[in-house]
Structures are given as C-alpha cells and as structure tokens.
C-alpha cells in the first residue's frame, strides 16, 4: 500500500501544476492526504459514493472519483472546481495514483520474490515464471552483498540504510535492496558479463565509505560468489551470511568479508565445537592461548604478520631483538611450541582461531 506522505507529495506537485485543489479519501471517509478543506464533503458521503456503481460524481464545486487497483476501489479522490478541465485534471490525478499504486504493487511483489528467493522457499518451476511476471532478467550475474549496521545503534537506523542503499542501487540497473531477518539489508547486485571480484570488493567498500560519510554509520559488509542463474541467488546469499560470521570471529579488523577469501577461517567455521575443544586441550592442555596476556598476544600476532621475521617485528614493537626472542622463548617454554619454526607458527596460528570460533561460539549461548 501507498504510503500517505506518498500520496500527499504527489498531489500537492499535481496542485502545483494543474492548480486545483485535491484531497484522497480511504473508503471509510477518512482523508488520507488534501491540498484544502474538506467544506461539504463528508465521511458520510465518501463512503456512499465508493459503494455505489458510478465511477464519478459530481457534488458542488466537488468532482469525486474512484481509484482503482484491478477493479477493486482503494480510494476517492475529489477534484475541486468547476467545469469539464477540473475533470479531466481530476482523470489525470486518478491515472497518476493508480501508476503509483502499480508500481508499489509491483515493488511489493519483487520484494516477497526475492525474499522467497533467497530463503529457497520456492520451486525452480515457480521461480522462473514468476520472474517472467515481474519481468526479472533470469540469466544474468549477480552477487549477494550483506551489510550489517552497529548492533549498538537503535534499529531505525535499519531504515536509514535500506533508504539511503536503495538511493546507491537503482530498480532500473538491476539491483534490489530488501531484507530477511532483523540483523542484517541485503543487496542482490545484477552484474555485466565482464565484471570481476575486484569489482564486488570495490562495491563493498564503497558501501562502507558511503553509510560511514552519509549516514554516519559504521557497517560490515560481506559478499558470495558470483552466479549466473536466478535459481543461484540463495547460495550467493548462504555464502554472503557465513562471510560476514566468519569475517566477524577471525578477521575482526576488516570491515570487507569476501566469501571466495575467508581462507583457512572458512573450514574452522565448519568444524564441530567437541572436535575444537578436543584439538586445543591436545595442543595446549589447560594453558589456552586466549588466556595469554595482552603483550604476548600482541608480540604473536605482530610476528605472524611479519611472516616470522625477528628483525623486523622488534622494531615495530620497538623492543630489542633479544627482548622479542625472549619473549618467543618464554612462550615455547609454557606451550611447547616454538613460532619461529613453520609448523609450530602454523599450529599455534589456528589454535589462536579455534579459540576465537570457541568463544564466538560461547557468545551464542548467551
């Protein structure tokens, strides 16, 4: 349905450049948007005119007419002045709103596809000709982006992102902007036959920069891959969602989750909690990584990202190389596993994602 404030813009222009007075009535003879008083119409007679047979009627300076969705009344607009040019820009004004209504319609309707769509709640047979109703291209690439805003933040923020993301990514290129749950907008990007993942990463970001200059919001946002059926849709979506976990619990730096880059993140995401709880008692016994102090944290992770390099992780630390060796020793000691080697590094590397899928995990619970 309309939304009033719709209804009231699109009158108020009409008033603009016809220059007669409008008013729509619901059918119980409430006025829902008006340009001017209401004077002698009444509630009374708005509800007797939608029930009768005429599509038009004339009362005083008061031309009423119906507006139809498929034969069915929604509303009654009154055109006020006089002559046969207040009913013909009355006629204007109801062909107006019944497009308006269509459009909405159709809006409507695209949304509930593409939600069902994505939810896989419908047959391959029901999902190509309803695609054909709603004249939606079905051989075409496209990608499914997910953009979660601050859990912190109040939720009508929600509406703030879906507005300004429908105002980035238009109807007429492709895209659609809708949601299925409460946590998260979904973008169904259409895509050129050339268009590359170098193209969603740079999509992604510019989605980040826009919520954070426009509205002020910090985002994550993550990405599937890249399909070429409508029927695909759902499994760039399911990728889209265990991006965004995944990006959330290993890679909480980044505000981009790529699905086609989660790496070695992806296959602990799927690992059964008993078996984790299993690898990282073998490994470390009751001496978790995660109860590690802040410095030591700091030093190993400084040192992954130096790829092992001693030299070069002191002096972003700004510690003396001995110090850091100390520190690597100290550590090799409690664990039994030395980082400057290849293999301890490796291992010490997904236990230290084990335990952060463990207490991700942990955080549901609650």
Not at 41 to 57: M, N, V
Not at 166 to 186: K, L, M, R, W
Not at 240 to 264: P, T
Not at 286 to 297: H, I, K
Request: proline letters at 1%; charged letters at 25%.
């Amino acid at each position: 349905m309309i939304s009033s404030q719709v209804i009231k813009s699109s009158i108020e222009e009409l008033k603009a450049i016809a220059r007669i007075d409008l008013s729509v009535w619901d059918l119980e003879g409430k006025v829902i948007a008006a340009t001017f008083e209401s004077g002698e119409i009444t509630p009374a007679l708005i509800a007797g005119f939608a029930e009768s047979p005429a599509d038009s009627q004339v009362i005083g300076a008061h031309h009423l007419m119906k507006v139809l969705d498929e034969e069915e009344v929604l509303y009654i607009l009154d055109a006020r002045g006089s002559g046969e040019e207040t009913y013909m820009l009355g006629k204007i004004a109801v062909s107006q709103l019944q497009h308006l209504i269509l459009a909405y319609k159709e809006r409507y309707d695209r949304n509930n596809f593409f939600q069902n769509l994505l939810l896989d709640n419908m047959l391959l047979v029901d999902i190509y000709n309803k695609a054909k109703k709603l004249h939606i291209e079905a051989a075409v690439p496209r990608a499914v982006f997910l953009i979660e805003t601050d859990k912190e933040k109040e939720r009508e923020k929600d509406s703030a992102t879906m507005e300004l993301l429908n105002g980035i990514f238009s109807a007429q290129s492709g895209d659609f902007v809708t949601a299925v749950d409460e946590s998260s907008i979904i973008l169904i990007k259409e895509l050129e036959s050339g268009d590359d993942y170098a193209g969603l990463e740079q999509t992604a970001n510019t989605i980040v920069d826009m919520m954070n200059m426009e509205a002020m919001m910090n985002v994550r946002v993550s990405y599937g891959t890249i399909v070429s059926e409508l029927k695909e849709v759902s499994k760039s979506y399911k990728e889209a969602r265990m991006a965004l976990d995944v990006g959330k619990i290993f890679y909480a730096e980044k505000k981009v989750s790529a699905y086609n880059r989660l790496g070695i993140g992806r296959l602990i995401y799927q690992l059964p909690v008993n078996l984790c709880r299993i690898f990282i008692n073998e490994i470390f016994g009751s001496n978790v990584p995660g109860e590690l102090d802040d410095e030591t944290l700091t030093t190993i992770n400084k040192f992954f990202e130096n790829n092992l390099n001693v030299s070069e992780t002191s002096r972003q630390l700004f510690v003396h190389r001995n110090t850091l060796v100390y520190r690597i020793e100290k550590l090799a000691a409690s664990t039994g596993l030395d980082i400057r080697t290849f293999e301890d590094a490796l291992t010490f590397k997904i236990a230290l994602m084990v335990v952060s899928y463990m207490k991700y995990l942990d955080s549901l619970d609650y």
